[in-house]
């Protein structure tokens, strides 16, 4: 049997996380719930990870080589976010993005920030986000080549807009495409192909 790639659309709040095989609950320890609420798949794990409060793509392997070159930095797979932000961000504050902020003494890599004219097409999260009138809202897609802890979030707050959704849609080839929420499918052939040439 050749390897597993599995496409899993993370809905908010699961921890991207679990124990392959283990005898244990599939929520930890606080009834949080896991990826193995999910995914039935034994011996297979996440390529990185998103925060409890992150949404969207994650991809799970049990190949080593794969899942090693799409996690290790140096070899710079892009991953993009669709991101939700208190406020409109100017021109500058894009350009700031772009150019890469510093965040606890690390300056970020140069990286690929637009403002969405349109609100992109997503379920509604469960539970959604607050919402205040007097404060508006934009969309960003950024894309970046790295993946430090709550990188995003940290990237927007910088320049002063707090992130209130984040949702990644895609890892390097690899989309969201028609997922939902807590769904997940198995890599295509043409996918995996592409997989195996990274």
Known sequence: MGYQYILFYKPYNVLSQF??????PASDSAGRPTLKDFIPIADVYPV?????DSEGLMLLTDHGRVQHRLSEPRFGHPRTYWVQVEHVPSPGAIAQLRQGVTIK???????QVELL????????????????QSI????????????????????TAAVGHPTLRLVRQAIA???LGDLQPGQWRHATPAEQRKLLQI
């Open 117 to 132: 004219i349109t609100e992109p097409l997503l379920p509604e999260r469960n539970p959604p986000i607050r919402y205040r």
């Open 19 to 24: 124990s392959p095989g283990s005898t244990l």
């Open 48 to 52: 990185g990870r998103l925060d409890r």
């Open 105 to 111: 003494g690390y300056r970020t890599l140069p990286c």
């Open 136 to 155: 508006p809202t934009a969309w960003l897609e950024m894309t970046l080549q790295e993946g430090k802890n709550r990188q995003v979030r940290r990237m």
């Open 173 to 175: 080839h690899l989309h």
